[in-house]
T-cell receptor, first 113, second 113 residues
Framework: AQSVSQHNHHVILSEAASLELGCNYS??????LFWYVQYPGQHLQLLLK??????LVKGIKGFEAEFIKSKFSFNLRKPSVQWSDTAEYFC???????????FGKGTKLSVKP | DTEVTQTPKHLVMGMTNKKSLKCEQH?????MYWYKQKAKKPPELMFV???????INESVPSRFSPECPNSSLLNLHLHALQPEDSALYLC????????????FGPGTRLLVL
């Protein structure tokens, strides 16, 4: 069965530090890839997505992600985090016959002011 | 209108009660989803409706009963729930199939006593 791995359970950064959150998936065929963010007490919001084309995708709030097919990865990056980026980040993958979106376990990001 | 709305925001029910959760979207989306999210965990898919027909049921106990009265509305009927069913119930919609971007509602926080 398809799976999505987010290796970092909790990341703690100071403001202005750079961020990279890892996401790896197991499906070898064509995939649609997503990063969602869940701010404290709020609902899941789409940060960015990749369906095809340029493997470097830019999302909202200065986030970007790079799809590396050979590594089955879709890592999320931000050059300089802010306190307001404190949230839970979920990578999600849709691929093939699975028929539904598979979420990773999430990474909690805490940004210290 | 890019919103998915859910009512109620909070619900407390006893194990013998019958209640319903409601979800509505006016984006013309033809696929709608119910997810269950426990604290500090990713969303778990429960049901998918595609063009108002149930297309995926992820082996959810029969005490959860989904209903899609029309393309804009999705209900989740609850009966004889257990305390372990306490969770955040999320509704989502997408334009067509599951591989497309899913837009999430704020959720209903359910407590079963």
């Amino acid at each position: 069965a398809q799976s999505v791995s987010q290796h970092n359970h909790h990341v703690i950064l100071s403001e202005a530090a750079s961020l990279e959150l890892g996401c790896n998936y197991s499906y070898g065929g064509t995939v649609n890839l997503f990063w969602y963010v869940q701010y404290p007490g709020q609902h899941l919001q789409l940060l960015l997505k990749y369906f095809s084309g340029d493997p470097l995708v830019k999302g909202i709030k200065g986030f970007e992600a790079e799809f590396i097919k050979s590594k089955f990865s879709f890592n999320l990056r931000k050059p300089s985090v802010q306190w307001s980026d404190t949230a839970e980040y979920f990578c999600a993958v849709y691929g093939g016959s699975q028929g539904n979106l598979i979420f990773g376990k999430g990474t909690k990001l805490s940004v210290k002011p | 209108d890019t919103e998915v709305t859910q009512t109620p925001k909070h619900l407390v029910m006893g194990m013998t009660n019958k209640k319903s959760l409601k979800c509505e979207q006016h984006m013309g989306h033809r696929a709608m989803y119910w997810y269950k999210q426990k604290a500090k965990k990713p969303p778990e898919l429960m049901f998918v409706y595609s063009y108002e027909k149930l297309s995926i049921n992820e082996s959810v106990p029969s005490r959860f009963s989904p209903e899609c009265p029309n393309s804009s509305l999705l209900n989740l009927h609850l009966h004889a729930l257990q305390p372990e069913d306490s969770a955040l119930y999320l509704c989502a919609s997408s334009p067509g199939g599951a591989g497309e971007t899913q837009y999430f509602g704020p959720g209903t926080r359910l407590l079963v006593l």
